[in-house]
């Protein structure tokens, strides 16, 4: 079933001349794993705006096309329905905290409290989201006392407790250090394998190519390639454009050029694969 | 517009945090000037700069809410003032609606208007003293040429300020002037009658300087805001006018 | 890193757990009684026998009593200092070298210490014992738009993180040379580029924050509930009405005074 549908959209912010997304169509299906790559100023985060109706309700500006989200069309719907299906988390880990409650249960809360959750009901609601994110231990403590991971989780509690259909983040472990980063990629991991819709922004080529169903590679406002995670990366489309290579994959193509990878093996684009290729070059 | 619609439009999302974050930028900056020693107090930036950006109706709850939090938090005598704080935000708002923050001004007309100003405001303070130590309103020409001397080196600061230091932003720096004005009048009477008329600060000097030459408790009391705030009003505002030269265009389509 | 500055203590007194609203009601009317009774001790007498009392009741008497002491006195010296020695009428008590030290101007500066005294205690009496975010919560129901108590707790909350923001800034700025001692024209210069960065940065932080509260239904349509709140008794309430009848009695009075004496 398709959940997130998108035809030919075009937008372009208020104050701007160039529009930041010129004819993207894209369709998601529930329960996939989708991630987008693509240089600074491509489009992401103002596809992500759009996915959660902040494109047009929030920026205002000059929208064409359409973006029908769990079958409710962004533009005619309030912002404030779109955001109870789409749940959308960004990079700043801070800048997500509320700054209204002073423990991490009523900050989790902040969300059911708007949408006007009978009282009752709320403190299930909030422990299932807790565990779910690996927070539970931190429930009475100050948002503001936590690391960059702790808080970021905090922010994918909030929102996850809303019960969205659709899981927006983009770049969310971008300014969190390898272990936060790591706890953060473990919630989405286990959102997904529950068959949460999940759609990821991320420079972290080797975590996508690992879990994610499909890959959108976007540029200057267009959709580059999308595909399987293997053959969107491997794309010479990418690198001409400097970006999208894990590690493995440059290692691997200067390693080819010296004639220290298996000709004709494709290019790896996870250490697993890296590991097998250049082991069998050893034999 | 009805005053609802005016009131609603200065209102989003944004606005609101706009409002939060420029509180804390009033404190931050106050505590600022107070570790570099300087003579001024300038914690009204936040106030100013959301009057800029967001109109007289955000201004004004910024600076309310500012002194009640400050109130709350740090310093609980400044609470009662929060009638002025909002009183500057309001006419920062309107102040921005003129195009006061966005315009430059050649210096030589800064110069003109700093000359002019201190010269108002000295003329207004010496007949405040005067009138309420012998209840008659002097004229003004009798009062320069009583105190000559002081007119002249006033005169004197006053271009030499409005030339080097507000440069090209004499509008803004005016503007900063008459609200540093109407908050002192404002606030006499809070301070006189809550405080009273002193502050606990350095400035109670001039409250003693005042009281001295025979002049009532609330008249001092308008006398010494007179002296501090207008100037520190013109800094504020000359600040945000900086700040709003800076802005990339975007921050400024609200 | 401290999680937030406020003058709020925790505890479990009696007094912390009165609603929210009976205490900031007997600060109130504790306030316009200082105010409205014309004798020099009314303040005193608040002061002593019902605020501080109730403080020890609250257990926090002793953080009041510094607080107050720390915030009042400066006040108290320019006060006696100032309107002692410069109030130029009425009878005088002593000579100070050239300086008179009139009665009037002594009864003055008693009477304003006083008042300033009831202000400071009354209102720490509510803040100290008093979450801001329940304050808000309570005054929410009264009909206080959800946007101003938003506004309230948060920018407590974060004022912190920027104080921390601002000493970034400002080593960042000295590690490049700027000179933030020195002569009183160094210290003047270092100003703006110290102030500007700050506010600057803080305002990307705004759009940030504002998309991240729309992305937790802050705008959303309906009625909110809310998860922890005060509670509030049918005592309290009673209290509460009578407060405030007191209140506009002691204001009627007041006003009545007025009249009659301009006579």
New interface residues.
Partial sequence: MVVVDISELNYT????VTPALNGVSLQVEQGEFLAIVGNNGAGKSTLC?AL?G?VPH?FKGRLHGKVLVTGLDTQKV????L??RV????Q?P?????????TVF?EI???????????EQ?WKRIETAMELTGITDLKDR?P??LSGGQQQRV?LA??LV?EPKVLVLDEPTSQLDPVGSREVFQVIKEMSERGLTVILVEHKVEWIAQYADRVVALHEGQILIEGKPRDVLTSPLLSERGFGLSRYTMAAREAREGKLWPAGLILPVTLQEAVDGFSRQKK | MSIINSIKKDFT?RTLVLI?VAIVINIAVGQLIFTLKLPIYLDSIGTVLVGALAGPWAGALTGALADIIWGLTINPTVFWFFYVAAVIGAMAGIAAKMGVFERSSPRWLSALIGGIFFYGLTLFILSLTSFSREGLIPNAIDLTRQNALVFIIVLFIGLAMGYFFLQKAGYAGFAGLITGVVAAIISAPTAAIVYGGVTGAGTDLLVAAFRASGAGILASTMAQGAVSDPFDKMVSFLIVWLIIQALP??FK?R | ?T??ISLYIPGDSGLHRLYPITKLLLALALTLGGFIFPVTWASYVIFLGIILPISIWGGIWKQMVWAVWKIVLPFAISIFLIQGLFWGSGTVLFYIGPLSVEKDGIAFAFASVGRILLVIGSFLMLAMTT?P?LLMNALAKLGIPGAIT?IV???I??I??FQAKAATIIDAQRSRGLKTEGNFLQRARSLTPLVLPLVLSSLV?VE?????????????????????DSVDTQNQRIARYIMVIIIILMIGLRLWWLLTSAN
């Fill in positions: 912010y208020p104050a701007a705006y959660a902040f929030y309030s912002l404030g329905e955001v109870i749940g959308l988390a960004f700043n801070f800048n997500q905290i509320t700054g209204a409650k002073y009523e809360a902040f969300g059911l409290e708007n949408i006007g959750v009978p009282r709320m100050s503001y006392s922010a909030s929102i809303m | 999302t939060s265009a975007r389509a | 890193m999680t937030s979450r975010d938003y707790v948060t920018t909350q974060i912190p993180r932080d940030e924050r504002a998309i991240a509260i729309e992305a937790r239904a802050f705008n959303a349509p309906g009625p909110k509930t809310i998860l922890i």
